[in-house]
């Protein structure tokens, strides 16, 4: 078994190829650029090329039998189509035995005009009628965005977790490390080829819900303020450009409807059957990272 890990020198490739590795099995990474010293895995080679290249993308897959594909942050729909359609025609002439995309978001039901849910839906479809065993994986929102250079500095500072979704919202708010392990049972031992799975993590909290694990966690009081949907976009767009703005920024205004607030909400033991993994508590994860980190900034 040696798998390809597309997105290798990101945060959710990064923890899938860190977590194969771990478990001793082959890792071949594939990213636009070779990893920094801080983003390299040890025992994991990169190569480079772009998914919009079909030739970089078939080199890639040569000779491995399972495949990881984390979809980047790219809204543009055909630009998300060749890299589908890339990934499909590479990983079927290779014989891949098995594939697990993961598109970083939910997708509802219904089509929505967001190009951060239909983007994905259309990748995924690509994919799951690529003819490849393949399984794709549906993340609502990752904890680790809050352990980050915009999060951090105010939560250790401030006492304040800002985030653009409304107080009542419910998410099953998940970590790297459990997609990791999400995404390697995907791939080895569960059996969930041509099924969609919404991901998510040990627990639904709202963000006041949320806060209240951070002040048990930070020994301070920690207080939830929800960002405006078009103030969060406004950032985004400063830090990746307004199209890759509008796409994220898209799924959090759906979110705030009527129609989409249950999106984010999923079935923790339901996710721990269907894969064969141990889903973290919130307030475990809080506990392993060093959050004074952000005190200077």
Known sequence: ????????????????ARLLAEQGRPVRGFARSAPTADKAVPGVDVVTGDLGDA??????????????????????????????????????EEGVERLVVNGNTRVPAQRTGFT????????EQILLESGVPT?????????????SPISGPALVNGGVLAFPVPPSVRIAWLSHEDLAKATVAALTTADLAGETVDLGGAELLTGPELAERFT???????????????????????????????????????????EGAGLLESDPAAVESALGIRLTPVADWIAARDWQVWAAR
């Open 135 to 147: 399984t794709a994986l549906r993340p609502p929102i990752y904890l680790d965005n809050l352990y």
């Open 55 to 92: 030739d970089s993308v078939r080199k890639a897959f040569a000779g491995v039998t399972h495949a990881s594909v984390v979809i980047p942050q790219v809204y543009d729909r055909d630009t998300v189509v060749r890299f589908a359609r890339n990934v499909a025609r590479a990983a079927r």
């Open 216 to 258: 048990a966690g930070l020994g301070r009081e920690v207080r939830y303020i929800p960002l405006p949907p078009e103030q969060f976009e406004a950032g985004l767009a400063q830090a990746f450009g307004p199209e890759t703005a509008a796409g994220i920024a898209g799924t959090y205004r759906w979110v705030a409807t009527e």
């Open 1 to 16: 078994m040696t798998v390809l890990v597309i997105g290798a020198t990101g945060f959710q490739g990064g923890a899938v």
């Open 116 to 123: 951060g849910f239909e983007t994905r839906r259309e990748a």
